[in-house]
C-alpha cells in the first residue's frame, strides 16, 4: 500500500483558489488511478475527482467540473488538486487515496491525516 499525506488546505473567501497536494510513499504509486475525496462535518466521505495511473484520464463529480483539476506526477509521486472559483459548500476536508477506477471508490480503507478546506461567504 501507499502511505499519504495530505497538505495544502486553509481559508478562503468564496471565489477563491487553492492547490491540494498529496505527496506518497510507495513504489507501487504510480500504478494506481489516484482520487481525491471529501468529507464535510456529519457527512460520509465524497468522491470528488480522480486521474488514472497514466495521468492520461481524469474524472470528476458534477458538481466541481469546470472548478477543480486533478494531476499527478509519478516521477515524484504527488497528485494536485488545484481547486478555482471555490464555494462554501465545498468545505471540507480533502484526501487522497488510491481509487478504483470502474467506480470511483477508494481501493483501500486507509487514510492520510486530510486537509481542511473552509470557504467562507
Known amino acids: 500500500q501507499v502511505q499519504l499525506a495530505e497538505s495544502g488546505g486553509g481559508l478562503v473567501q468564496a471565489g477563491g483558489s487553492l492547490r491540494l497536494s498529496c505527496a506518497a510513499s510507495?513504489?507501487?504509486?504510480?500504478?494506481?488511478?489516484m482520487g481525491w475525496f471529501r468529507q464535510a462535518p456529519g457527512t460520509g466521505r465524497q468522491f470528488v475527482a480522480a486521474?488514472?495511473?497514466?495521468?492520461?484520464?481524469?474524472n470528476y463529480v458534477n458538481s466541481v467540473k469546470g472548478r477543480f483539476t486533478i494531476s499527478r506526477d509519478n516521477a515524484k509521486n504527488t497528485v494536485d488538486l488545484r481547486m478555482n472559483g471555490l464555494k462554501p459548500e465545498d468545505t471540507a476536508k480533502y484526501y487522497c487515496?488510491?481509487?478504483?477506477?470502474?467506480?470511483?471508490?477508494?481501493?483501500?480503507?486507509?487514510w492520510g491525516q486530510g486537509t481542511q478546506v473552509t470557504v467562507s461567504s
Open positions: 510507495g513504489r507501487t504509486f504510480s500504478s494506481y488511478a
Open positions: 486521474v488514472s495511473a497514466s495521468g492520461l484520464s481524469t
Open positions: 487515496a488510491p481509487t478504483r477506477w470502474a467506480t470511483m471508490t477508494p481501493l483501500f480503507d486507509s
